[in-house]
């Protein structure tokens, strides 16, 4: 058990529309990362947050957006749905910090099918 | 832009040899590199790491090569076991602790 939560494991829903994915980091963690992973591809780098804040977006599309509250826990939020979005979505913590070196801890995942 | 790539989608070894998982990378900025392992239906769990200071690093069974000089890593499992069978994910970490992971190669130790 990674202590990253991520909720609902699996998810069905139609073209057009729109679901949110919500992540809790272990306890402490203050970064939040965003991963997606499609068939035959490997872990796409969507958008980090910490501490609250936007750090860092990789291949995020615009109709996709992300945010983390208070109390660190994370949505993804993804809109206007379309086929080629399902896919597994991953959520990771860290620590962060400046000098951090450690590695990420990874939740079980979210699959999304779009149909 | 694939800026972690790991050529070799899948590898098959017999128990007890060694396994050899390979990974290229392009930016000369990363720091720090880690390898992950997959089991089906769960998430990538962390295996060993590497700063890009050091050479290689060695945890029991695992052993991680750093070549910066040809931008290349290289995971070593020596004596591969049926439970090693799992999808291996190279990763690199860039600036702003960005991580960037290749696309995984699969191994499959048979028994």
């Known amino acids: 058990d990674s202590g990253v939560t991520q909720t609902p494991k699996h998810l069905i829903t139609a073209t057009g529309q729109r679901v949110t994915l919500r992540c809790s980091p272990r306890?402490?963690?203050?970064?939040v990362y965003w991963y997606q992973q499609s068939l035959d591809q490997g872990l796409q780098f969507l958008i980090q947050?910490?501490?609250?804040?936007?750090?860092a977006k990789g291949n995020i599309l615009e109709r996709f957006s992300a945010q983390q509250f208070p109390d660190l826990h994370s949505e993804l939020n993804l809109s206007s749905l379309e086929l080629g979005d399902s896919a597994l979505y991953f959520c990771?913590?860290?620590?962060?910090?400046?000098?951090?070196?450690?590695?990420?801890?990874f939740g079980e995942g979210s699959r999304l099918t779009v149909l | 832009d694939q800026q972690v790539k790991q050529n070799s989608p899948s590898l098959s070894v017999q128990e007890g040899r060694i396994s050899i998982l390979n990974c290229d990378y392009t930016?000369?900025?990363?720091?720090?590199f880690l390898w992950y392992k997959k089991y089906p239906a769960e998430g990538p769990t962390f295996l060993i790491s590497?700063?890009?200071?050091?050479d290689k690093n060695e945890d029991g069974r695992f052993t991680v090569f750093l070549n910066k000089s040809a931008k290349h890593l290289s995971l070593h499992i020596v004596p591969s076991q049926p439970g090693d069978s799992a999808v291996y994910f190279c990763?690199?970490?860039?600036?702003?602790?960005?991580?960037?992971f290749g696309t995984g190669t699969s191994l499959t130790v048979i028994p």
């Open positions: 990771a913590s860290s620590s962060g910090g400046g000098l951090y070196t450690g590695e990420l801890f």
């Open positions: 930016n000369s900025m990363f720091d720090y």
């Open positions: 990763a690199a970490r860039g600036t702003g602790n960005q991580f960037y």
């Open positions: 306890s402490g963690d203050l970064s």
């Open positions: 947050y910490y501490n609250g804040e936007e750090r």
């Open positions: 590497i700063s890009s200071i050091k």
